[in-house]
């Protein structure tokens, strides 16, 4: 990055650096005297390794006199000074809430005497001193979108932009919060000297060089998130009071829930949390967000709020069965692992359906899209796309690829958007000049070469077909919930949602969460008959955990 580039990202009021006060707070004299109760005091030497990179579990210090530097080494070995941390600062960021790799590494820049806390001391600390607690974890998600921001303490990502695994591995590490470097050999053939550098071919892209110069070529999510130490090391003895499968809202909710009020909880995502909320641009009716806020960010609110009260995150860890006959359930993963948990909350929500059109699962990751963020809105960039669906999602979309897009065309087999959006954003809509509405419309072909290059589309009422040199189609039509894993487990409904609230005789159950299997719940898209909205999947997710606790502790009643 250049000095001028750099420069002028600092001033940019949104970056975290430039909120010193915030990201890197000094607190008073009487807050560091109550976060001293917690550990233990230390004098290190000039030169002493706090922690390193990679480690997992790493302290929390509070600095008392002296310094601390917080740095990075590249791939190549320069390091990079994050912060200096001086007297009544802390070290720290959102990977003190689990037990992941740690992104940077901490050493005494002078003689230095310090508080060290340890992991277990320091959530009692968070969870005791309410004030100092939010203090710190604003600090902490300040730091980690600052080290995104500035492409710090990451992985070089090579490949094509438009390439469709370089995507995927783009929206892994983006939605994990993993930060990242991409060189583009779509304008830079050579990835930055990267490619003769490491003698990597064209064939063997993309590729994640991660810290060491380890290189790992085009790798699936699961051996990305192992590299990088995403995952935690699950033991098969544990027994889990609640185990969640699936990280969306409504997950994500009842994780929270169920951990703040004690109770041993695990959840596994298959990809990053958020579900398909957190692909959102923005999400501007959800209470409490009056300036609205993306799927993303709040997702990773969500995450480390269940983490900071003990909840365990199992990130790329596909689910595939559910063994309900025995007590406690096991869960079974994709890696052959199992977990056993004596109650389970199944919250995998739903997919976006596929359109019937000849190549359309050749352009898929090649042109075809089922979110739209910011990495999907910068390959569009003065370009038409293709917003094909009637939802809010789709509205989202449409109104936030307008801001970079030449032009979005909404297609919609209806007559219209009112019967399926919320009033806000047809009235957007509407009022866009770089928005167009095709009500009666579909799409009929898909041509390109390695990626899509032209979309054929057909009013249903005049039969009338056009053609269009458009590379870009976000696909959001209707939903098929993720259950083909249950095989049998649980009583489905015909769409093949979960459902809830009676057995199969129709009477009414304790709860309108609980399954035909006693012990499993559904929240969320997944369950039949729910609202499908993030708010009532947050909703559910809460108002469950109740029902749990009544079936853990039914003499509690």
């Known amino acids: ?169 783009q929206r892994f590490l983006g939605r994990n919060g993993y930060p990242f470097r991409l060189y583009d050999t779509e304008t ?40 990088l130490g995403l995952t935690d090391v699950l033991d098969p003895a544990d027994v889990f009071d609640v185990a969640v499968v699936g990280a969306g809202p409504a997950g994500l909710a009842a994780a929270v829930y169920a951990a703040s009020e004690g109770l041993r909880t695990i959840v596994f995502e298959a990809l990053a949390p958020g579900g398909q909320a957190g692909t959102s641009s923005k999400i501007e009716n959800y209470l409490g967000f009056p300036t609205g806020i993306s799927g993303e960010a709040l997702a990773g609110r969500a995450q480390i709020q269940a983490q900071k009260f003990g909840a365990q995150l199992a990130i790329s860890r596909a689910v595939t069965g559910l063994e309900c006959e025995t007590q406690p359930y096991r869960v079974k993963l994709e890696d052959q692992q199992t977990v056993q948990a004596r109650a389970v909350v199944i ?80 009235q957007r809509i509407d009022s866009s000049p770089r928005i167009t509405l095709h009500p009666r419309t579909e799409i009929v072909g898909l041509e390109g070469d390695n990626l899509l290059r032209e979309v054929s589309w057909r009013n249903r009422d005049s039969a009338a077909t056009a053609i269009h040199r458009i590379g870009n189609v976000f696909v959001m039509i209707g ?15 015909k769409k093949g949602f979960i459902r809830t609230g009676q057995d199969d005789n ?20 997944v369950r039949s008959g729910s609202v499908k909205r993030v708010a009532s999947g947050v909703g559910e997710g809460s108002v469950v955990v109740a029902a749990i606790h009544q079936f853990l502790n039914p003499d509690d009643e």
């Open 188 to 227: 830079d053939p050579d990835g930055g000297g990267f490619l003769s550098c490491l003698k990597i071919t064209p064939d063997q892209l993309p590729v994640v060089v991660a810290a060491g110069a380890r290189i790992l070529r085009n790798p699936s999510n699961a051996a990305l998130a192992d590299e």
């Open 1 to 169: 990055m250049s000095d001028a580039s750099t420069s002028q990202r600092i001033v940019d009021p949104s970056d975290p650096y430039a909120r010193e006060a915030q990201t890197f707070p000094r607190l008073s004299e009487e807050m560091a005297q109550r976060v001293a109760g917690y550990g233990v005091e230390e004098r290190h030497p000039k030169g002493t390794m706090l922690f390193e990179r990679g480690q997992r579990g790493a302290d929390f210090f509070l600095v008392l006199e002296g310094t601390i530097e917080i740095f990075d080494l590249d791939i190549e070995g320069t390091t990079t000074v994050v912060r200096l941390h001086g007297e009544r600062e802390f070290t720290g960021d959102i990977d003190l809430f689990n037990n992941r790799q740690i992104l940077i590494s901490a050493r005494a820049t002078t003689d230095a005497r310090v508080v060290r806390i340890k992991r277990a001391d320091f959530r009692r600390l968070v969870s005791s001193e309410s004030d100092i607690g939010e203090i710190m974890m604003r600090a902490f998600i300040l730091r980690r979108v600052g080290l995104m921001e500035h492409d710090q303490a990451g992985v070089e990502l090579i490949g094509p932009s438009h390439g469709g695994d370089t995507m995927r591995l």
């Open 479 to 493: 939903a098929e919930p993720n259950t083909e894993w249950l095989d049998g487990c649980l009583t489905l409904d």
């Open 347 to 426: 919250a995998t929500g739903a997919r976006y359906r596929k359109l019937d059109v000849t190549n359309f699962e050749r352009f898929e990751g090649q042109g075809i899209h089922y979110a739209a963020t910011a990495m999907e809105a910068q390959l569009c960039t003065g370009e038409d796309v293709i917003v094909v669906g009637g939802g809010n999602s789709a509205g989202q979309a449409a109104v936030f690829l307008s801001r970079t897009a030449r032009h979005v065309h909404i297609l919609v087999r209806g007559k219209g958007l009112a019967d399926t959006m919320s009033d806000y954003l047809v």
């Open 506 to 525: 129709g009477k009414a159950l304790a709860s309108p969460f609980v399954t035909t299997t006693d012990g499993v719940f559904a929240v969320g898209d």
